[in-house]
């Protein structure tokens, strides 16, 4: 190396090891590693944040629900170990110059202790709060969920709002869904209106669904073709005809005949899943009415029970023998479970299972949001403290004046109103709200809907670009939309 660039080396050494030991002097020794441990939290934390509001806002099933709540309650421990390791553990351990196995130690144990505890006390919350609602709050949570999916799938509107489908995909349509429960609980009157959102939810999806009854009627004209052409006249009349031929011909031999006729009839055996023989000088009506032929009707249109489905029937004959019964009695079955008096759904009452479970369903996500913010919030503040001050290292840059600086940024999301926040529907529920929780929560409602605007893009933005796409365990993909379903059913 020649004897300039020689010397320019050293100097740009010394320049360093001189700013290392000014760094050093000024500030303290765990300041790198917290800040990096934290800044991993934060991407972490960031990322859940997006994907929780993707779950809470989203129809979701039951284990992804499941996955997603574990993940957020060991975060949260992770948080507060990450707040004691900064504030009380490694300033301790520097200043009593702890050795390895001391700071493993002290380390490891803060932060089993906190996940467990922060882990515990979050599920603890929720059986508390779950174990102390009473039949009446539990029947409102049936409702309240139900209202929720009805409005997620575009069928149910809540009075002058205008919740679109691709509204509803917006951070702030994703909130306003995963707090609307909440929201509507306050309204006194939500158990009536409810109940007639319910009854027109319910017979729409029962007409319009996969085996709905509004397709039973196409789908009975084909079979009855089905049956009548490939069937009937296709084996069942030849076989006849040729049966009364070989009984004329062989006047002595009718077994021999009957023997080939049954011969003939095994495709139609096997095809109706019938061990029995087909009996011969059958009418349509009398072999449209054979148990196989109805068996398989009923299950291609999706009719339960044993209940015989007659042939040749026209659309308003249909209309008022199948389909009108049918719709019926799906509907009242679905909202019998919903219209259990209050009591039904308390501790030790026949739909207790049912109770707890949309009462946790409407406890989990504003909670698991509450503590996903606020630990985000906690430490966007104290990582940009650490950065700050190894940046600056200021005496006035100290965490009262970063949080205040981070306080001020968040609290501006109040003036950053939107369309759902400016709605005359929302401003009933937030009013009736008010009444019913006080201003604070109404505040922190709106200010979450508003804030979510500008945070979920920046958070959904570190999961797919910093932790490569982390699930925490929802993947939505490409999924059937999702039914209104029994929700007495042992499981959903």
């Known amino acids: 190396m ?28 765990y300041l790198i590693p917290i800040t990096v441990l934290t800044g991993i939290y ?70 089993f202790v906190s996940v467990y505890m922060v882990y515990n006390l979050e599920g603890d919350l929720i059986d508390y709060l779950t174990d102390h609602s009473d039949g009446a709050t539990r029947q409102r949570a049936l409702y309240l969920a139900a209202l929720r999916h009805g409005i997620l799938t575009g069928d149910v509107q809540v009075p002058t709002m205008t919740l679109t489908t691709g509204k509803l995909a917006t951070p702030e349509g994703k909130t306003f869904a995963a707090l609307f429960p ?26 319009t669904g996969p085996a709905g009854v509004a397709k039973a009627f196409s789908a009975y004209s084909g079979l009855t073709v089905f049956y009548g052409v490939n069937l009937f006249n296709g084996i069942y009349a030849p076989a006849l005809d040729k049966l009364h031929d070989d009984i004329q011909d062989n006047p002595g031999s009718p077994q021999l005949a009957r023997a080939l006729f049954d011969e003939k009839m095994k495709p139609i055996q096997a095809q109706l ?19 196989g032929v109805q068996a398989q009707m009923r299950r291609k249109l999706g009719i339960p029970g044993a209940a015989p489905i007659p042939a040749g029937l026209n659309g308003r004959q249909f209309q008022e023998i199948v389909y ?83 306080a001020a940024i968040g609290l501006s999301a ?8 400016t709605s005359a529907g929302f401003g009933v529920l937030r009013d009736e709200t008010r009444q019913q929780l006080g201003p604070f929560f109404v505040a922190a409602f709106t200010w979450v ?12 933005a570190v999961r797919s670009h910093v932790l490569g796409g982390a699930t925490f365990g929802y993947r939505p993909g490409d999924r059937a939309e999702p039914k209104l379903v029994d929700p007495c059913a042992p499981e959903l």
Not at 280 to 285: G, H, K, R, V
Request: aromatic share 10%.
């Open 449 to 460: 809907i508003q804030a979510q605007h500008y945070a979920y893009p920046f958070d959904e």
């Open 182 to 207: 909440v929201l509507a609980y306050s309204d006194n009157d939500v158990i009536r209106k409810a109940d007639k959102a319910l009854m027109t939810l319910s017979a729409k999806q029962f007409a």
């Open 42 to 111: 934060l991407a972490c934390e960031l990322s859940f944040n997006a994907r929780l509001l993707d779950v809470v806002g989203g129809t979701p099933t039951k284990p992804e629900v499941d996955s997603i709540e574990h993940f957020g309650r060991y975060i949260s421990g992770a948080a507060l170990a990450l707040a004691l390791w900064g504030t009380a553990i490694m300033p301790r351990g520097v200043k009593a110059k702890w050795s390895i196995g001391g700071w493993i130690l002290a380390l490891g144990l803060s932060a």
């Open 273 to 291: 899943g019938s061990a029995a023989p087909i009996p011969p000088n059958l009418t349509w009506q009398g072999f449209f009415a054979l148990p």
């Open 324 to 406: 009108q019964p049918l719709l019926d009695s799906r509907v009242n079955a679905l909202m019998s479970c919903y219209r259990n008096p209050p009591e039904a759904f308390a501790d030790h009452h026949p739909e207790q299972e049912a109770g707890r479970r949309f009462m946790r369903l409407l406890l989990v996500p504003p909670i698991a949001l509450a503590f996903s913010l606020i630990g985000a919030l906690v430490h966007i503040t104290k990582f940009s403290n650490y950065a700050l001050r190894m940046a600056v290292n200021k005496p006035w840059l100290n965490i009262r004046t970063v949080g205040a600086a981070v």
């Open 414 to 421: 109040f003036l950053a109103s939107n369309a759902i926040t």
């Open 2 to 29: 020649p004897e300039g660039q020689s010397q320019q080396a050293v100097a740009w050494d010394k320049a360093l090891r001189d700013w290392l030991a000014r760094f050093h002097a000024s500030r303290p020794a």
